[in-house]
């Protein structure tokens, strides 16, 4: 069955450095890939869109890449800040199909 | 536009009442999604309406949950003979473009006792 899996433990890390987290997927061939933000109590939020044919994606402080053979993306996020703390979601979908998201990774960045 | 608005935001209900939740989504969207968290988790898909049509509907869905986008505006979902185990926070999306991701709205926070 399809299976999409993100590190369940919270990364803590300290403010400056880059957080990086990961997500892996099986039986599952993604038209694209999709990052959210969750605050607790809130919907989550768009942050990037990664295509099958594209390796990387950077919009300000952060970065996608995508291995489709690896079948991982992994979410940079540079000089983090306490504000970057929050919960992190992968999402996939195919094709005019609707998105399957991870169980999220919880980030906590330390002043 | 203010967003994905859904409503209420918490309701409690006894265990066997039919609940009714509604989603306002952004109005260019033409999707509108409805999904499922309960703590810890990702979000669980549900159902997805292209404008009216209900194109999608999870497997995992019980034929208690209903939903429903009349006129292709607002949206619906209903649950019927309510279970403990429908306890979770339902979460509205709409989208216009996949560049663009979802919008979600804040949630409707079921508790059923």
């Known amino acids: 069955s399809q299976k999409i899996e993100q590190n369940s433990e919270a990364l803590n890390i300290q403010e400056g450095k880059t957080a990086t987290l990961t997500c892996n997927y099986t039986?599952?061939?993604?038209?694209?890939l999709q990052w959210y933000r969750q605050d607790p109590g809130r919907g989550p939020v768009f942050l990037l869109l990664?295509?099958?044919?594209?390796k990387e994606k950077r919009k300000e402080r952060l970065k996608v890449t995508f291995d489709t053979t690896l079948k991982q993306s992994l979410f940079h996020i540079t000089a983090s800040q306490p504000a970057d703390s929050a919960t992190y979601l992968c999402a996939l979908a195919q094709a005019r199909r609707a998105l399957t998201f991870g169980s999220g990774t919880r980030l906590q960045v330390q002043p | 536009d203010t967003g994905v608005s859904q409503n209420p935001r918490h309701k409690i209900t006894k265990r066997g009442q039919n609940v009714t939740f509604r989603c306002d989504p952004i109005s260019e969207h033409n999707r509108l999604y409805w999904y499922r968290q309960t703590l810890g988790q990702g979000p669980e898909f549900l159902t997805y309406?292209?404008?009216?049509?209900?194109?999608?509907k999870s497997r995992l869905l019980s034929d208690r949950f209903s939903a429903e986008r009349p006129k292709g505006s607002f949206s619906t979902l209903e649950i019927q003979r309510t279970e403990q185990g429908d306890s979770a926070m339902y979460l509205c999306?709409?989208?216009?473009?996949?560049?663009?991701?979802?919008?979600f709205g804040s949630g409707t926070r079921l508790t059923v006792v």
């Open positions: 039986n599952y061939s993604p038209a694209y």
């Open positions: 309406f292209q404008n009216e049509a209900q194109l999608e």
């Open positions: 990664i295509r099958e044919n594209e």
């Open positions: 999306a709409s989208s216009q473009n996949e560049e663009y991701g979802y919008t």
